[in-house]
């Protein structure tokens, strides 16, 4: 089975402060993913890697950084956090995939950050 | 502008009965992919179903299908035989190709902004 994991189901934060949320997963997938999920917005996608060291902004980067040190894991930085970041984040990860590639994307199980 | 849109913020069926869930899509790629997900109140995402750009076929799994109508693009899920189960939240999702640096070209995913579908005993 599959497993990605993240560091924690639920944090709390203040404003200002750097927050890490660390996601690894198990199955040596190339690509890996962070998204946040909000009410009525559905998931939007915030960084990606397809490889270790690479990044790629996805459609909402802003406030936030990411490090791929090792393949198995993907770290998502909220550099000062605000309240407006508060979300559940979600990190997800794949096989090398094209377009029209079947392969599905493997899910954490969230974290839930609310920021104070 | 949205990629994908699901204009369906709630949805109620009857347990036993069918639903349809709507989904469109946005591109103008020749070649995408689509998907269903289902995520309960534990939040977990569960893959559902593909139908890829090509597929001339409808998906099908389980109770689960996808109506495929490329011209409109509209791909929705149709769930048969709903089941106390099946009250989750579902989202649509499209995988287009996106060219990283040094030109590679991979899939990225955007999902829609969610249905809540709740089954009525």
């Known amino acids: 089975d599959v497993k990605v994991t993240q560091s924690s189901r639920y944090l709390v934060k203040r404003t200002g402060e750097k927050v890490f949320l660390e996601c690894v997963q198990d199955?040596?997938?190339?690509?890996m993913f962070w998204y946040r999920q909000d009410p009525g917005l559905g998931l939007r996608l915030i960084y990606f890697s397809y490889d270790v060291k690479m990044k790629e902004k996805g459609d909402i980067p802003e406030g936030y950084s990411v490090s791929r040190e090792k393949k198995e894991r993907f770290s998502l930085i909220l550099e000062s956090a605000s309240t407006n970041q508060t979300s559940m984040y979600l990190c997800?990860?794949?096989?090398?995939?094209?377009?029209?590639?079947?392969?599905?994307?493997?899910f954490g199980p969230g974290t839930r950050l609310t920021v104070t | 502008a949205q990629k994908i849109t699901q204009t369906q913020p709630g949805m109620f069926v009857q347990e036993k009965e069918a639903v349809t869930l709507d989904c469109t899509y946005d591109t103008s790629d020749q070649s995408y992919g689509l998907f269903w997900y289902k995520q309960p109140s534990s939040g977990e995402m569960i893959f559902l179903i593909y139908?890829?750009?090509?597929?001339?076929q409808n998906a099908t799994e389980g109770r689960y299908s996808l109506n495929f109508q490329k011209a409109r693009k509209s791909a929705n899920l149709v769930i048969s035989a709903s089941q106390l189960g099946d009250s989750a939240m579902y989202f649509c999702?499209?995988?287009?190709?996106?060219?990283?640096?040094?030109?590679?070209?991979?899939?990225?995913?955007?999902f829609g902004q969610g249905t809540i579908l709740t089954v009525h005993p």
């Open positions: 999702a499209m995988r287009e190709a996106f060219e990283a640096a040094g030109g590679t070209s991979y899939g990225k995913l955007t």
């Open positions: 997800a990860s794949s096989n090398i995939i094209l377009a029209v590639s079947s392969y599905e994307q493997y």
């Open positions: 199955m040596d997938h190339e690509n």
């Open positions: 139908q890829g750009s090509y597929d001339e």
